[in-house]
């Protein structure tokens, strides 16, 4: 999926522009995405990844 396609979705699953760090690694999990591609994309999109569990974000 192309990146501005998944910011795209991100926007509409989490127009609040905040998602907790599991469920960054759940989204990225369905996209089968690396959880870096994930954190850069939360961040063109201008959104927060809160609550971060491991420390990737």
Excluded: N, Y
């Excluded at 926007?11 to 609040?16: A, H, M, N, V, Y």
């Excluded at 989204?27 to 491991?54: H, N, P, T, V, Y």
């Amino acid at each position: 999926m192309q990146d501005e396609k998944i910011i795209e979705v991100l926007l509409d699953r989490f127009p609040g522009k905040r998602i907790t760090c599991a469920e960054a690694r759940e989204f990225a999990a369905e996209l089968q995405i690396e959880l870096s591609r994930m954190g850069a994309l939360c961040d063109q999109a201008g959104i927060k990844i809160s609550a971060c569990q491991l420390g990737c974000f």
